[in-house]
């Protein structure tokens, strides 16, 4: 499909987003609409165009925020938080789950405008989606039991009751990437709504509109006014006020900009948590199903054409298979369709940002310069579109080439063979990252053992990426300087709130009451303590 087919998008008659096969931009109306969400201090700010990876051309143009907006929105979200908490969580996550209907009823608007603006292919936007409403899923329907009050023991049975309350932290500030516009955008938000925070988002510029669509929905789903902000315009400039002034910071992005976010935020002792960058290994074991782990590596290493955190950039294969993998492999890759489409053809889409485009020639030009050998792949495709680059598959790389240990973040995948379990341990492990690994073997025991000495926070065996990740009731981040933190799970929605523990002591003092010696209290407590021990309830 050539560019001029591209999508846009326009409003119907209800407002919606429909596709227009002749345009590539957004109507004024929608852009009107979204900018609408987006919180200045002053109405009249520069502007920035949103360019379609895709084309080049300008889907539309977003507000150049300034500290001060910050300010404003942070303001704004800390009046209205307060209502929030005050409602039950059960009355919260009623409004994510409005949100998750909504979505899935209106995917296809939300499918054309990620397409649009991060240039992936339907099918890598359609996961998107499906991860979003399970999170809204999630959140919306187990905040509530996350969040409920617990009894807990006290020194002696019966005289202190004590619980533990979970209050929300304030106001969350979220400082998301571009490569995931919806995920990014805005599950992290639902996490920290359900807990009964309001939330400044920062969206990347290339995903703001992604992102300002589904906060538009959460409020036609039911979210009370200036509960979510939105500020849009440079990290470098938002960023820091954001820091300053939220109560706890969620930043996904790169390893060296969560370094700058973590200092700024220890300065003012606020939590915060991170989901950074990634060299993510999938293990191919001597007893995997080659045809499922080589489908496996290519869903693995070119989703999102390889802009994806967990995304697989070193492949270390059995030497019994390694052979037989290599030629299927390429094979595999050969087949793969590159396409603009706004539908389910395409295997993989564009690289999303220049930068990304630089960062990928890089890699593949100084690896083959150090004597990489390139398998298949290794060139830029503007012919389809300016940000397009082949599925790439290298051998022979080494310790001195960039691609060996740097994070690419682009379709570029290194194949290296491993004599044994205990080698590809070692080789998997040999790097500062610790996000994602995949395990491949037909035996479950085997791969588990493996995978448990693998240092990454998600293992996922049989599967690249999505066995963990759509597991929402279970954690998922980065070991190393992977990250700090977690989303999803308990851990995912419990970050957002303090925890407060109020006991009640009832009858006797936590002293020697007034009728014992202290010397007589000193000789019983050890003996009551002693006692204590062996009773399994009260320990
Ligand atoms: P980046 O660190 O350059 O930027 C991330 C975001 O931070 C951007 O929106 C940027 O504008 C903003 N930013 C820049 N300087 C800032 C500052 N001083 N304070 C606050 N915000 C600032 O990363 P990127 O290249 O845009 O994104 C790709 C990286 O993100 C990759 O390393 C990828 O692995 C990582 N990532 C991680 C996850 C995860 O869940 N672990 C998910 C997606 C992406």
Redesign the pocket.
């Given at each position: 499909m050539t560019n001029e087919h591209a999508i846009g998008m326009r409003a119907d008659e209800r407002g919606h987003l429909t596709s227009d096969i002749s345009r590539n931009y957004l109507s004024p109306a929608v852009l009107e609409r979204l900018r609408r969400r987006i919180a200045l201090a002053d109405p009249h700010r520069k502007t920035a165009p949103v360019l379609a990876p895709f084309t080049g051309g300008v889907i539309g143009t977003i507000p150049v925020g300034v500290p001060a907006d910050v300010d404003e929105a942070i303001r704004r979200a800390r009046q209205a938080q307060p209502g929030w908490a005050a409602r039950r969580p059960s009355s919260r996550g009623a409004v994510l789950v409005r949100f998750h209907d909504l979505l899935l009823d209106r995917r296809e608007e939300a499918l054309d405008l990620i397409q649009l603006e991060s240039g992936k292919a339907r099918r890598h936007a359609l996961e998107e989606i499906l991860d979003t409403a399970l999170v809204a899923r999630h959140y919306g329907f187990r905040a509530a039991k996350y969040l409920r009050v617990r009894r807990r023991a006290g020194a002696l049975p019966g005289l202190t009751m004590t619980r533990e309350y979970r209050q929300p932290v304030g106001v969350v500030g979220i400082?998301?990437?571009?490569?995931?516009p919806l995920?990014?955008g805005i599950t992290d938000a639902l996490a920290a709504l359900a807990a009964g925070n309001a939330v400044v988002l920062?969206?990347?510029?290339?995903?703001s509109l992604t992102a300002l669509w589904a906060v538009d929905l959460l409020y036609e789903a039911g979210l009370p006014s200036d509960v979510l902000q939105v500020v849009t315009g440079?990290?470098?400039?938002?960023?820091?006020p954001?820091?300053e002034g939220a109560d706890f910071i969620m930043?996904?992005?790169?390893?060296?900009?969560?370094r700058?976010?973590a200092r700024?935020a220890a300065e003012r002792l606020r939590g915060y948590s991170?989901?950074?960058?990634?060299k993510n290994p999938m293990l191919v074991l001597e007893d995997a199903d080659l045809e499922a782990a080589v489908d496996g590596a290519v869903r693995g290493a070119f989703v999102g054409a390889g802009?994806?955190?967990?995304s697989i950039e070193r492949l270390y294969v059995h030497d019994a298979l390694f052979d037989r993998f290599a030629k299927r492999l390429v094979e595999r890759v050969r087949e793969m369709k590159l396409s603009p489409a706004f539908d389910y053809d395409a295997d993989m889409g564009s690289l999303t940002?220049p930068?990304?485009l630089d960062t990928v020639e890089s890699h593949v030009r100084d690896a083959v310069e150090k004597g990489a050998h390139l398998l298949v792949g290794g060139r830029r495709r503007p012919d389809i579109g300016p940000l397009f680059y082949e599925p790439t598959v290298f051998t022979g790389v080494t310790p001195e080439m960039k691609m060996f240990a740097e994070?690419t973040?682009g379709p570029v995948v290194a194949l290296y063979r491993v004599a044994s379990d205990e080698e590809a341990i070692a080789r998997a492990n040999d790097t500062r990252y610790g996000?994602?690994a995949s395990v491949w073997s037909r035996s479950v025991r085997h791969a588990v053992r493996v995978a448990k000495q693998i240092q990454t926070g998600t293992v996922n065996v049989n599967e690249s990426y999505g066995a963990t990740w759509t597991a929402t009731s279970a954690p998922?981040?980065?070991m190393k300087e992977?990250?700090s933190g977690r989303?999803h799970g308990a851990e995912g929605i419990l970050k957002y709130t303090e925890s407060q523990t109020i006991a009640i002591q009832r009858g006797l003092p936590l002293a020697p009451p007034p009728f014992i010696p202290v010397r007589v209290y000193a000789s019983l407590m050890p003996r009551l303590l002693r006692l204590m021990r062996h009773i399994p309830g009260l320990r």
């Amino acid at each position: 499909m050539t560019n001029e087919h591209a999508i846009g998008m326009r409003a119907d008659e209800r407002g919606h987003l429909t596709s227009d096969i002749s345009r590539n931009y957004l109507s004024p109306a929608v852009l009107e609409r979204l900018r609408r969400r987006i919180a200045l201090a002053d109405p009249h700010r520069k502007t920035a165009p949103v360019l379609a990876p895709f084309t080049g051309g300008v889907i539309g143009t977003i507000p150049v925020g300034v500290p001060a907006d910050v300010d404003e929105a942070i303001r704004r979200a800390r009046q209205a938080q307060p209502g929030w908490a005050a409602r039950r969580p059960s009355s919260r996550g009623a409004v994510l789950v409005r949100f998750h209907d909504l979505l899935l009823d209106r995917r296809e608007e939300a499918l054309d405008l990620i397409q649009l603006e991060s240039g992936k292919a339907r099918r890598h936007a359609l996961e998107e989606i499906l991860d979003t409403a399970l999170v809204a899923r999630h959140y919306g329907f187990r905040a509530a039991k996350y969040l409920r009050v617990r009894r807990r023991a006290g020194a002696l049975p019966g005289l202190t009751m004590t619980r533990e309350y979970r209050q929300p932290v304030g106001v969350v500030g979220i400082i998301s990437p571009w490569n995931f516009p919806l995920i990014l955008g805005i599950t992290d938000a639902l996490a920290a709504l359900a807990a009964g925070n309001a939330v400044v988002l920062r969206p990347d510029e290339q995903g703001s509109l992604t992102a300002l669509w589904a906060v538009d929905l959460l409020y036609e789903a039911g979210l009370p006014s200036d509960v979510l902000q939105v500020v849009t315009g440079p990290g470098p400039e938002l960023g820091p006020p954001l820091i300053e002034g939220a109560d706890f910071i969620m930043f996904t992005g790169s390893t060296r900009t969560g370094r700058i976010v973590a200092r700024q935020a220890a300065e003012r002792l606020r939590g915060y948590s991170l989901e950074l960058g990634g060299k993510n290994p999938m293990l191919v074991l001597e007893d995997a199903d080659l045809e499922a782990a080589v489908d496996g590596a290519v869903r693995g290493a070119f989703v999102g054409a390889g802009q994806v955190c967990v995304s697989i950039e070193r492949l270390y294969v059995h030497d019994a298979l390694f052979d037989r993998f290599a030629k299927r492999l390429v094979e595999r890759v050969r087949e793969m369709k590159l396409s603009p489409a706004f539908d389910y053809d395409a295997d993989m889409g564009s690289l999303t940002v220049p930068r990304q485009l630089d960062t990928v020639e890089s890699h593949v030009r100084d690896a083959v310069e150090k004597g990489a050998h390139l398998l298949v792949g290794g060139r830029r495709r503007p012919d389809i579109g300016p940000l397009f680059y082949e599925p790439t598959v290298f051998t022979g790389v080494t310790p001195e080439m960039k691609m060996f240990a740097e994070e690419t973040f682009g379709p570029v995948v290194a194949l290296y063979r491993v004599a044994s379990d205990e080698e590809a341990i070692a080789r998997a492990n040999d790097t500062r990252y610790g996000l994602n690994a995949s395990v491949w073997s037909r035996s479950v025991r085997h791969a588990v053992r493996v995978a448990k000495q693998i240092q990454t926070g998600t293992v996922n065996v049989n599967e690249s990426y999505g066995a963990t990740w759509t597991a929402t009731s279970a954690p998922i981040g980065g070991m190393k300087e992977s990250g700090s933190g977690r989303r999803h799970g308990a851990e995912g929605i419990l970050k957002y709130t303090e925890s407060q523990t109020i006991a009640i002591q009832r009858g006797l003092p936590l002293a020697p009451p007034p009728f014992i010696p202290v010397r007589v209290y000193a000789s019983l407590m050890p003996r009551l303590l002693r006692l204590m021990r062996h009773i399994p309830g009260l320990r």
